[in-house]
């Protein structure tokens, strides 16, 4: 970073690389190689279909949060996020992975939110808060703001100040990661 600003931009992974981890590597290494913004509308299905095969555990973990976010932000199938997020939830639960919670139960706030339905979206937030205290104070997930609450501010109303320091901060803290 330089200035004021902390910024960056993502590049994408070398797609060499990404065939040597995918053909050569762990399930993690390949579930690593997923990117939500980088996925093709219909790579997401075919990938998904390969991923629930898998056994629960950090892999199977990271590639649902991945493919949940990619059905929600590149194929606008909110249903089928829904869906993969559930997924995402109860896999992680039997894992004991407090991360793939927190993450599932934001995803589920934000589908829940833009579907409509606030209340559950609140219930959702309210349980990932949860699991976030269970992180530690150092931890990436409790930096960081989800989508849903800026849904519910938009949709709802209520008071932007908290949402806006935490993006200030999150711009030119580079301890707020």
């Known amino acids: 970073s330089a200035g004021g600003l902390r910024y960056g931009r993502w590049l994408g992974f070398d797609p060499d690389a990404v065939a040597v981890a995918r053909a050569k590597g762990t399930r993690m290494d390949y579930a690593r190689t997923l990117t939500w913004f980088n996925l ?76 409509g339905d606030f209340e559950a979206a609140r219930a959702h937030l309210a349980n990932a808060r949860r699991s976030f205290a269970h992180l530690g104070p150092d931890h990436r997930l409790r930096s960081t703001t989800s989508n849903a609450e800026e849904y519910l501010l938009l949709f709802v109303g209520g008071d932007w100040r908290p949402l806006a320091e935490a993006y200030g901060r999150l711009a030119t803290d580079p301890s707020f990661a």
């Open 40 to 115: 093709a509308p219909d790579e997401v299905e075919r990938q998904l279909d390969f991923v629930r095969a898998w056994k629960p555990g950090a892999p199977k973990i990271q590639a649902l949060h991945v493919l949940g976010h990619a059905l929600l932000y590149r194929c606008g199938a909110f249903r089928a996020a829904e869906e993969v997020a559930g997924e995402l939830l109860a896999t992680s639960e039997r894992s004991g992975s407090i991360f793939g919670q927190a993450n599932a139960l934001v995803l589920l706030a934000e589908l829940a939110a833009v579907l």
